[in-house]
């Protein structure tokens, strides 16, 4: 429980709190489509991430070393650079817009020092990390949320408007991207795992494949729940609020409309605890990275954190919807590779040979650029690609290529053993 518990508040930061209530608010009748996109990108994917650090037990190096040691780098350097450099500072930038501001008036610098300055206390003390997490600040967070959840429903009729989206289910789809839940799932399980390993070292490798395993389970039935609590407060709340409400002062509202007057003082504890949980998840992923590629330097581990943590309160410092901005074209860019990569290793080793992994990634990478060209504002490639790739148009054109290319790369696997045992 305290390890499912710690994965829940390691996942749930800055976009889990601001993102699901304007899906609902904005889906009308629609909401149930827009959980479900939401969940299957937020919720199972992540899930799945964190069941495949399960079976691998090592860190993100090894999640993708199967394409090659090169691309495993590669791909390493480009998830710790995207996480410390958006996600992390966002967490900031959010704390600083809801729970500091509308309280104290201080400027975003004063917030993201303080801020970043305890993210940094809290990493190069990583052996209490599960305990500090997942005892004590967890339960916090979904005590709160439950309580806003639960009056909302309690409270409002049954009422949607009209859906605000073509498509409900691929918008929440690629809304779930924002989450980066599938990237904190490569990023926080290596975390967990050598967490893990620091405080259970007699545990047998099965052990600890069902510890992970029983506690990714829990922490995905949380936040399956209160993504789709957050998603139909924000439908059941569509009259009580302007059309064009940002998302921060969306959230604000719902929680001054279902606990009154100390909404401020409830909104701020579970905004700073949400997000402080993730930047440090964030950062120590990040130092531990760098400390395992040089196993010769002690201090590596420190220097890291405390790059991160400047670089935190550089960019933390900026509004939340212009890093939000920011970091579309790089989750177009990472996250399907990062979503391949997960399917993969979940799947049975006779399924996912390293011909596999490579044929797969390459064709997830070739079939997603036109979504990240698109992403820059370069519209015209992306419509004449709606043409003739299946889901491009729903910015999801990778899909079908990557699993054709799937079952085309286990079908010539199959055929080279049958050959092999015939000869």
């Given at each position: ?288 990275f760098v400390r395992s590629r040089f196993p010769n330097q002690p201090k590596s ?77 370069f519209i015209g490639l992306s419509e004449r690609s709606a043409n003739w790739i ?34």
């Open positions: 429980m305290v390890t499912a518990f710690a994965l829940f508040s390691l996942f749930f930061g800055a976009g889990n709190l601001i993102l699901p209530p304007q899906l609902g608010f904005l889906s009308g009748e629609g909401w149930w489509l827009v959980a479900l996109g939401f969940c299957l990108s937020a919720v199972c994917i992540p899930v799945l991430g964190i069941l495949a650090h399960a079976r691998i037990q090592g860190g993100l190096f090894e999640f993708a070393s199967k394409v090659s040691p090169l691309f495993s780098l590669v791909y390493c350097i480009l998830i710790y650079t995207i996480s410390v450099a958006l996600p992390s500072p966002r967490t900031a930038a959010v704390t600083h817009e809801m729970a500091i501001e509308p309280l104290f008036g201080s400027s975003p610098l004063f917030t993201s020092v303080c801020y970043f300055t305890l993210v940094f206390v809290f990493v190069i003390n990583r052996s209490r990390l599960l305990d500090l997490i997942g005892k004590w600040l967890t339960p916090a967070i979904l005590l709160i949320l439950l309580l806003v959840i639960g009056i909302s429903i309690y409270d409002f009729p049954l009422n949607f408007g009209s859906t605000g989206f073509n498509s409900p289910f691929s918008h929440g789809v690629l809304e779930g991207y924002q989450t980066f839940d599938a990237i904190g799932a490569v990023v926080v399980g290596g975390v967990i795992i050598v967490s893990i390993n620091l405080q259970k070292k007699d545990r047998t490798y099965e052990l600890k494949k069902q510890l992970i395993g029983r506690a990714g389970f829990l922490a995905g039935l949380g936040l399956l729940s209160i993504y789709t609590g957050l998603i139909l407060s924000g439908a059941l709340l569509h009259e009580s609020f302007p059309a064009d409400i940002s998302r921060t002062a969306l959230l604000t509202g719902i929680s001054q409309v279902t606990l009154g007057k100390t909404a401020n003082i409830f909104l701020s504890l579970l905004v700073s605890l949400a997000c402080f949980t993730t930047a440090v998840g964030i950062v120590t992923g990040a130092s531990d581990y420190l220097y890291t954190a405390l790059t991160a943590c400047l670089l935190g309160i550089l960019v933390g410092q900026l509004n939340v919807g212009i890093i939000i901005d920011l970091a579309l074209p790089a989750l177009m860019f990472i996250y399907p590779v990062t979503i391949v990569l997960i399917l993969l290793n979940v799947l049975p080793e006779r399924f996912a040979s390293p011909l596999v992994f490579r044929s797969v990634i390459i064709t997830t990478i070739l079939f997603s650029t036109p979504d990240f060209i698109n992403s820059l504002g299946p889901l491009s148009g729903y910015s999801l054109g990778w899909v079908l290529p990557s699993f054709l290319v799937f079952l085309g790369g286990n079908l010539f696997s199959r055929k080279n053993d049958w050959k092999k045992q015939g000869g």
